[in-house]
């Protein structure tokens, strides 16, 4: 899953980081850390993603516009596909296209893979990626497929979200080892597609890149609609179009 960037808000974020990063654990117990193994039963998992931080119908796409530091502007596009892939470890998952350009020419284009437990939890189960160079495909790197080679699964977007819950987004060792803090429920955020209140933040991380801290915003019924970096980088993402 591609760390995604985007800073007006970084001091906020920073001094609420402060408040709240001892908070409550109770409820990481149901949710993966780090790099444990993990059973999961895939008579317990649906394509039909409705958590409403996240809701991933079939057809809905999400047009983003990247900013990095030195001003270089991508757009992504993410799209649901009506597609399905069934995972190593036996899970049905819906297919979602995330494609990246920059000036009209493919800069990365992943296939991700994600399915909905029934307690709403939605869970990231591996990528198929391909980075590009001058328009032609270079390296497919950061691949991975839970179940394959010791790579496990992770939570994208949990069920019932509680400041201080702490998750892992995914593990594929030395490859893909990104985790995530709940950080707040009650954000504002403004980006070209609207203004948004009652905003999940969550706190991002990469135990391969410690430099590398930024923050993301998840709309209810929307999804995310920003990412801002706040180290390793000054990079900005922020929604300009959604359509389900």
Not at 79 to 88: D, H, N, R
Not at 207 to 225: C, D, M, N, Q, T
């Amino acid at each position: 899953m591609r760390m995604r960037r985007a800073a007006a808000v970084a001091l906020v974020a920073a001094s609420t980081i402060t408040a709240c990063g001892n908070g409550d654990d109770k409820s990481q117990s149901t949710l993966p850390q780090g790099s444990e193994s993990v059973e999961l039963d895939p008579v317990d998992f649906t394509t039909r993603i409705d958590n409403p931080y996240w809701p991933m119908r079939p057809g809905s796409r999400w047009v983003y516009r990247e900013t990095d530091s030195e001003g270089a502007v991508q757009r992504v596009e993410v799209t649901v596909t009506s597609k399905t892939k069934k995972i190593a470890n036996g899970i049905e998952a819906r297919v979602v296209r995330d494609e990246v350009t920059e000036q009209g020419r493919p800069v990365e284009i992943t296939d991700d893979w994600y399915a909905q437990d029934s307690e709403g939890n939605v869970w990231y189960l591996g990528e198929r990626t391909t980075e590009y160079e001058n328009g032609r495909p270079k390296t497919t790197a950061g691949s991975f497929e839970a179940g394959v080679d010791g790579a496990q699964p992770g939570i994208v977007v949990p069920a019932k979200p509680e400041s201080g819950m702490t998750y892992r987004q995914e593990f594929y060792a030395g490859e893909a080892e990104d985790k995530a803090e709940v950080v707040s429920l009650d954000e504002q955020v403004e980006v070209p597609f609207g203004h948004f209140k009652d905003v999940l933040m969550t706190r991002d991380l990469n135990s391969l890149k410690p430099k590398i801290l930024e923050f993301k915003f998840y709309a209810r019924g929307v999804g995310p609609v920003l990412a801002v970096s706040v180290s390793g980088g000054s990079d900005r993402e922020e929604l300009v179009r959604y359509t389900e």
